[in-house]
């Protein structure tokens, strides 16, 4: 059985919405999960911004919001 490949770019931001509701956690892990749900609309908020100013930077995309939320939710749904 051949198994999903995740390109780099999504498992970075999965790991960092991980990382990051794991020090919102600290605080309460509702905190936790709206610090990665802030930060993955967020970042892609800065990249839509970001490409008007400089077109060859950084493209906004869901799939990327999508990954760091999913990677805080691993890491909240534990914790409550």
Known sequence: MKLPILPQDK???FVYGSVI???GCVVAPMFGALL???FGIGKEVYDVWRNKVHPDSATPD???ATATIVGGLIVVIPAL
């Open 11 to 13: 498992a970075n931001h």
């Open 21 to 23: 509701a794991a020090i």
């Open 62 to 64: 869901v799939w990327d």
């Open 36 to 38: 990665a749900i802030a």
